[in-house]
């Protein structure tokens, strides 16, 4: 089932939204590069078409860093939102394992 909202405007659910992942639809999968985050720029903008503030990524910056990400209509540019998750992830597991090797260097250091 495919739902085209592109002329309906928002879409609400008052239940989860769900994407089957499981390993069984999966082959060649590889640990995404958590430092590609660093790559993708958050910004908060303006509509042209509605005029509403929202925020969120630009699909042309984020097509440089991930192209799996995007999706070209061939009037538009769209970006798979929930996907960045696996990136988010990882760069969230990099941190931390850098944040646990400054608290093991810094074991003794005054507070």
């Known amino acids: 089932l495919t739902l085209d909202m592109s002329n309906g405007g928002a879409a609400t659910f008052n239940n989860d939204v769900i994407a089957y ?5 999966k082959e060649n999968i590889k640990t995404l590069d958590g430092k590609k985050v660093l790559e993708m720029r958050g910004v908060s903008f303006d509509r042209v078409d509605t005029g509403k503030s929202s925020s969120g990524v ?7 860093v991930a192209p ?7 009037n538009y540019k769209g970006v798979a939102y929930g996907n960045i998750v696996g990136y988010l992830i990882e760069a969230i597991k990099d941190q ?3 944040i646990d090797e400054l608290k093991e260097m810094c074991n003794g250091c005054s507070k």
């Open 21 to 25: 992942s499981d390993r069984r639809l």
């Open 58 to 64: 630009i699909a042309q910056e984020i097509e440089k």
């Open 68 to 74: 799996e990400l995007v999706i070209d209509d061939g």
């Open 96 to 98: 931390q394992k850098q």
